[in-house]
């Protein structure tokens, strides 16, 4: 019964909250930020949908960030310092902050939490992320059609079921162009470190390989594959400047589809918390133009499957799927759930790893 009753607070809180907040502008929003927003990566893509909301709204609102933020126990005193500088609206844009919104969520229940990539929700406190494992799967495809040696070189940070399942996709999609081609991923142990994307990008083209994708934050691996003459994959946000010969395309976030799609619900004092998790259909997700390096064939193939995808026809994790064991993981014929896309903690057949 006490539960019961501090349920129903909470809720009148927010509701109360969302009443009012019209009368409270400029609406105030803080973001988190894993790393500098200048890393031409993730946190400078979140950037740009935080500068979307400022462009939309004017003094509706006000927007803040903090850089650099540390995962973990060291989180929460930051939210707590955005809380107390005002901000009626959290959005926290890494993994790793997960705990920490939780946590803050339940002693601030007037204030609106986000967690990108989270799997941690409440009554407010929502998760949000992307299906980029679909223009993922086309970049694949982009990389399987242009690599000689058949090895494929894949920079990746930290191992989560966020990076296993997008890698997957990219990896499926070079399957599905070339079942010869393997993809060698290495890890960084960093979201954002370009010394050591670098570092890993330059061991994976000393293995041959001559296409290198990442999903790291830097540009760091794209612009050591033009010095390097290898074809190049970017992530996050348009890299073509970090390789302007070498790169193919870059599978993209635009965040400020959702940011300000939420924000515009949040001032009127409609938004509930749910989680968000959308496609290429969305707008959220894309891959930005290809090459014309990249053989006519391969561009038509993209688009048929982009196509498809768009339709409902195809879905890159359709069974049957297979394990780096050789285990069959998903029957033939079956889609995998969000539940197990979610939760993905292993590799498809074609994927070479090295230890975390």
Same mark, same amino acid.
């Given at each position: 019964?006490?539960?019961?009753?501090?349920?129903?607070?909470?809720?009148?809180?927010?509701?109360?909250?969302?009443?009012?907040?019209?009368?409270?502008?400029?609406?105030?929003?803080?973001?988190?930020?894993?790393?500098?927003?200048?890393?031409?990566g993730?946190?400078?893509?979140?950037?740009?949908?935080r500068?979307?909301?400022?462009?939309?709204?004017?003094?509706?609102?006000?927007?803040?960030?903090?850089?650099s933020?540390?995962?973990?126990?060291?989180?929460?005193?930051?939210v707590?310092?955005?809380?107390?500088?005002?901000?009626?609206?959290i959005?926290?844009?890494?993994f790793?902050?997960?705990?920490?919104?939780?946590?803050?969520?339940?002693?601030?229940?007037?204030?609106?939490?986000f967690?990108?990539?989270?799997?941690?929700?409440?009554? %407010?406190?929502?998760?949000?992320?992307?299906?980029?494992?679909?223009?993922?799967?086309?970049?694949?495809?982009?990389a399987?059609?242009?690599?000689?040696?058949?090895k494929?070189?894949?920079?990746?940070?930290?191992?989560t079921?966020?990076?296993?399942?997008?890698? %997957?996709?990219?990896?499926?999609?070079?399957?599905?162009?070339?079942?010869?081609?393997?993809?060698?991923?290495?890890?960084?142990?960093?979201?954002?470190?370009?010394?050591?994307?670098?570092?890993?990008?330059?061991?994976l083209?000393n293995?041959?390989?001559?296409?290198?994708?990442?999903?790291?934050?830097?540009?760091?691996?794209?612009?050591?594959?033009?010095?390097?003459?290898?074809?190049?994959?970017?992530? %996050?946000?348009?890299?073509?400047?970090?390789?302007p010969?070498?790169?193919? @395309?870059?599978?993209?976030?635009?965040?400020?589809?959702?940011?300000?799609? #939420?924000?515009?619900?949040?001032l009127?004092? @409609?938004?509930?918390?749910?989680?968000?998790w959308?496609?290429?259909?969305?707008?959220?997700?894309?891959?930005?133009?290809?090459?014309d390096?990249?053989?006519?064939?391969t561009?038509?193939?993209?688009q048929?499957?982009?196509?498809?995808?768009?339709?409902?026809?195809?879905?890159?994790?359709?069974?049957?799927?297979?394990?780096?064991?050789?285990?069959?993981?998903?029957?033939?014929?079956?889609?995998? @759930?969000?539940?197990?896309?979610?939760?993905?903690?292993?590799?498809?057949?074609n994927v070479? #790893?090295?230890?975390?």
């Open positions: 019964m006490v539960f019961v009753k501090k349920s129903v607070f909470l809720l009148l809180s927010l509701c109360l909250f969302t009443a009012l907040i019209a009368a409270e502008l400029p609406l105030k929003i803080g973001f988190l930020y894993v790393g500098p927003v200048g890393d031409e993730w946190s400078y893509a979140h950037d740009l949908g500068l979307s909301l400022e462009a939309r709204f004017g003094d509706r609102v006000e927007t803040v960030y903090r850089e933020v540390p995962e973990g126990a060291e989180t929460g005193a930051t707590e310092e955005l809380i107390l500088e005002g901000c009626k609206v959005f926290g844009t890494s790793g902050f997960s705990d920490a919104l939780y946590d803050y969520s339940l002693r601030y229940p007037e204030v609106h939490f967690q990108c990539s989270g799997i941690k929700a409440g009554h %407010n406190l929502s998760t949000y992320f992307g299906r980029i494992y679909e223009p993922s799967f086309l970049a694949g495809l982009a399987g059609s242009m690599t000689r040696s058949g494929i070189g894949y920079v990746a940070p930290v191992e079921p966020e990076v296993i399942r997008i890698a %997957n996709g990219f990896a499926l999609g070079v399957r599905a162009i070339n079942p010869e081609a393997r993809v060698y991923l290495r890890w960084t142990g960093s979201w954002y470190d370009p010394d050591l994307e670098e570092s890993a990008a330059a061991a083209i293995r041959k390989c001559d296409v290198i994708a990442q999903q790291t934050d830097s540009s760091a691996p794209a612009m050591l594959s033009e010095q390097r003459d290898v074809w190049a994959i970017g992530y %996050n946000s348009d890299m073509s400047q970090a390789a010969t070498k790169m193919l @395309t870059s599978s993209v976030w635009d965040w400020g589809i959702y940011y300000t799609e #939420t924000i515009e619900r949040v009127d004092g @409609t938004y509930r918390h749910v989680a968000f959308e496609g290429m259909d969305s707008g959220l997700v894309g891959l930005t133009p290809l090459s390096r990249i053989p006519e064939e561009r038509k193939l993209v048929d499957y982009e196509r498809r995808m768009l339709s409902g026809d195809f879905h890159p994790f359709r069974g049957p799927l297979y394990d780096q064991g050789n285990q069959l993981r998903i029957e033939a014929g079956r889609v995998m @759930t969000d539940e197990e896309l979610l939760s993905m903690s292993w590799f498809v057949d070479v #790893t090295s230890a975390p």
